[in-house]
């Protein structure tokens, strides 16, 4: 069983940057991709970012593109995502998911664990 427990969320000005870290415990996270998903409310959630178990990859929405950057530190057994340039359509709670799955990175049903999710604010 692998715990995920998200950090870093918070309240920033449009334009500003955050860096969210996802902490997993509990299995052998080097064996999962890691992905971020948000879910605004009223709103589906929806896949933003992947990483490949072995980081050699990485999946990015059209709507982050060239401002989220998803990295992880199998050391720490932790993925990060580097928000920049943040707009206020990026509010939403941010979850963290790993998935033993390979490909399909996009759809909610490949990922086995969940986090709890952060808050993510962007003010106008």
């Known amino acids: 069983q692998v715990q995920l427990v998200e950090s870093g969320g918070g309240l920033v000005q449009a334009g500003g940057s955050l860096r969210l870290s996802c902490a997993a415990s509990?299995?052998?996270?080097?064996?999962?991709?890691m992905s971020w998903f948000r879910q605004a409310p009223g709103k589906e959630r929806e896949f933003v970012a992947a990483i490949s178990w072995s980081g050699l990859s990485t999946y990015d929405a059209d709507t982050v593109k060239g401002r989220f950057t998803i990295s992880r530190d199998d050391a720490k057994n932790t993925v990060y995502l580097q928000m920049n340039s943040l707009k206020p359509e990026d509010t939403a709670v941010y979850y963290c998911?790993?998935?033993?799955?390979?490909?399909?990175?996009?759809?909610?049903?490949?990922?086995?664990?969940w986090g709890q999710g952060t808050q993510v604010t962007v003010s106008s």
């Open positions: 509990g299995g052998t996270f080097r064996l999962y991709a």
């Open positions: 998911a790993a998935s033993s799955q390979v490909g399909g990175y996009g759809s909610a049903n490949r990922y086995d664990y």
